[in-house]
T-cell receptor, first 120, second 110 residues
């Protein structure tokens, strides 16, 4: 249980185009999902917190108009990188917080497999 | 600003060795300390620690938290080549924000 699916796993796009990344919790509901960015050989940096039915909360230094987040349902959050540029090339990874049901522990964040974005 | 520091940054051992990975944290409104294993892409959950002094075990892996010293360790006994990965430590706030350390790259040679 507690599987998070992220799609696509790899995307190449031209500079100036927009790219949408999906994050789905497959077997649990997630009122809160998180988006991270990971540079090579560095750790995960939180970009924003996505709450179902409300606006996302962005970390300092992250442009909200650049990285649009939508959390329309309890199992889906999307990150759209608008007008992508080469400096946006990175590994983007989402997590979903399991509020805990039945035997599962509460408040654990489970991660998707990530999306490698390459902007030409 | 919240901060998590892991050491060592990399470690090379032989199969069968025991390793200890370290994590120190400074997290405002601290709720828990989490350990993840990242092999290629998705970090996979290992442990969540909320209370001091209570060891959590899963097979050959164990972890403990010291909330007074703001420190946690992850132990792996009888290491196997499949344990080779980056081990990430993260401090969680009461608002569910995770601050990750840089990770420890563990390489287990046959």
């Amino acid at each position: 249980g507690a599987v998070v699916s992220q799609h696509p796993s790899w995307v190449i796009c031209k500079s100036g185009t927009s790219v949408k990344i999906e994050c789905r919790s497959l077997d649990f509901q997630a009122t809160t999902m998180f988006w991270y960015r990971q540079f090579p050989k560095q750790s995960l940096m939180l970009m924003a917190t996505s709450n179902e039915g409300s606006k996302a909360t962005y970390e300092q230094g992250v442009e909200k108009d650049k990285f649009l987040i939508n959390h329309a349902s309890l199992t889906l959050s999307t990150l759209t990188v608008t007008s992508a540029h080469p400096e946006d090339s990175s590994f983007y990874i989402c997590s979903a917080r399991d509020s805990g049901s039945g035997r599962r522990a509460k408040n654990i964040q489970y991660f998707g497999a990530g999306t490698r974005l390459s902007v030409l | 600003e919240d901060k998590v520091v892991q050491s060592p940054l990399s470690l090379v051992v032989h199969e069968g060795d025991t390793v200890t990975l370290n994590c120190s944290y400074e997290v405002t409104n601290f709720r828990s300390l989490l350990w993840y294993k990242q092999e290629k892409k998705a970090p996979t959950f290992l442990f969540m620690l909320t209370s001091s002094g209570i060891e959590k075990k899963s097979g050959r892996l164990s972890s403990i938290l010291d909330k007074k010293e703001l420190f946690s360790i992850l132990n792996i006994t009888a290491t196997q080549t499949g344990d080779s990965a980056v081990y990430l430590c993260a401090g969680e706030t009461s608002g569910s924000r995770l601050t990750f350390g840089e990770g420890t790259q563990l390489t287990v040679n046959p």
